[in-house]
């Protein structure tokens, strides 16, 4: 498909007059903080234009589950405490990927690097089925909009559907090697990009199809617009773009100086959908009117700036976004990256707010909803609540004994669920003393 338009803004960013936000007194300042590492952030979106439905079939998957209780160290390079409250052992290898139902919040879905995965019940770990079938690394899983339907997808590129109440498949579709794979926020239509530069778009389940070719890399990243009829998706090649989701095309192109320098690693939208944030191994975090498809801001840390004459391909391999997300109550965007820093920046004002300096690489972000407090999940195995507007560590949960690879939060964010490299998914119940 070819680009109707390209759109951006040089990086030396035009100011945010036409974008409001609420108003904030704080002074911005910059706090480091010792404790530990970084922690990731995640995804949802919409899609209106559609009207698809579903079907059932009936198979019978395993119901057996496991659940570990904490309260005991592990044996590991992480040794200590483990504030988990229910652990989930069935994996066999490192477990890359891990969602929540969206309606109820009460099953998880889990895939790995043994090529399984697992529905299982958040409250004692009970194995509710496996999404059998796959011959590679289970990379992504996740529920569709009303829990009925969940779908993983390997690296291999070959995707599954499953009905949840009857624990049956009924779907499923090989496509590329797989980079990205996210269900419509309310429909159920699955998208998913892949190595060749495609992004797909599939009704569910009977099937129907529909491509948007990128350009020849892969499409690494990529996000529904919350109307539902766009999606935003990035490249390898530091290109992004718009896309109309029911024409085909796109609306705008971000290339050259207007996109990044380097793959991008994640991308992310505001609660309305006016604004983009994109990151990328160049270690900037690109601000993009959705409307517009022009960029309104560039944020780099300071940290990564002040370093001096770093070639590309050595700043590339030293540092990167890894995780972005905007705070849904104040104009706040944080910026998690591959160094351990957790970049908060003021969005009206285009600068930093605060910076907190994790001790090993931020693998996900997550803002929760309707405050201002970031989580973070890290290589140090350990999740991290911050305060956004003071740039303070709130509290930590600890009981990996490797790397966390992914994490969720439940909507009233009660629960974190994380995975990781110790081949293990944990659910920790949050207490906060200031809600």
């Not at 995965?117 to 009303?146: N, P, Q, Y």
């Not at 890894?322 to 160094?339: I, N, Q």
């Amino acid at each position: 498909m070819e680009s109707e338009s390209e759109s951006g803004a040089a990086a030396d960013t035009p100011p945010l007059e036409t974008l409001s936000f609420h108003g904030d007194e704080e002074i911005i300042e910059v706090v480091e903080l010792d404790p530990g590492p970084p922690d990731p952030d995640d995804l949802a979106q919409e899609m209106e234009d559609v009207d698809f439905e579903e079907e059932e079939e009936e198979e019978e998957g395993n119901e057996e589950g496991w659940v570990l209780e904490p309260q005991e160290g592990v044996v590991g390079s992480m040794e200590g405490p483990d504030d988990s409250e229910v652990t989930f052992a069935l994996h066999s290898a490192s477990v890359f990927c891990v969602s929540l139902d969206p309606k109820t919040n009460t099953l998880a879905v889990t895939g790995g690097e043994d090529d399984k995965a697992f529905v299982w019940r958040l409250s004692d770990g009970e194995l509710l089925f496996e999404c059998a079938g796959h011959k590679d690394s289970v990379t992504c899983a996740g529920f569709s909009h009303d829990s009925t339907l969940v779908a993983t997808g390997d690296m291999s590129g070959l995707l599954k559907v499953w009905q949840v109440d009857t624990k049956e498949e009924v779907w499923s579709f090989e496509a590329g090697d797989l980079e990205w794979m996210e269900w419509h926020p309310r429909a159920p239509v699955l998208l998913a990009g892949t190595a060749d530069g495609n992004t797909w778009m599939w009704k569910v389940p009977n099937g129907d199809c529909k491509t948007f070719q990128g350009p020849n890399c892969p499409a690494t990243c990529g996000r529904v617009l919350p109307d539902g009829k766009r999606a935003v998706v990035g490249y390898e090649d530091g290109t992004i773009r718009i896309w109309d989701l029911k024409q085909g095309n796109p609306i705008h192109v971000l290339k050259g100086t207007e996109g990044h320098q380097g793959p991008l690693t994640c991308v992310a939208t505001n609660q309305d959908g006016s604004l983009i944030l994109t990151g990328s191994v160049d270690c900037q975090a690109k601000l993009v009117s959705a409307t517009t498809g022009k960029v309104v801001g560039v944020f780099r840390p300071e940290t990564v700036a002040s370093q001096p004459n770093l070639g590309e391909g050595e700043e590339s391999e030293s540092n990167s976004v890894e995780s972005l997300g905007f705070c849904s109550v104040m104009p706040l965007a944080a910026v998690g990256y591959l160094d351990g820093t957790l970049a908060i920046y003021d969005l009206s004002t285009q600068t930093l707010r605060h910076q907190c300096q994790h001790q090993s690489g931020i693998v996900q972000l997550l803002w929760e909803a309707g405050t201002a407090v970031v989580y973070t999940c890290s290589l140090d195995g350990i999740v991290r609540l911050w305060d956004a507007r003071t740039g303070r560590l709130l509290t930590d949960y600890r009981g990996h004994t490797a790397e966390i690879l992914d994490f969720a939060l439940s909507k009233d964010a009660s629960l974190v669920v994380t995975t990781s490299g110790d081949h293990k998914a944990k659910v920790f119940c949050v207490q906060r003393p200031d809600r």
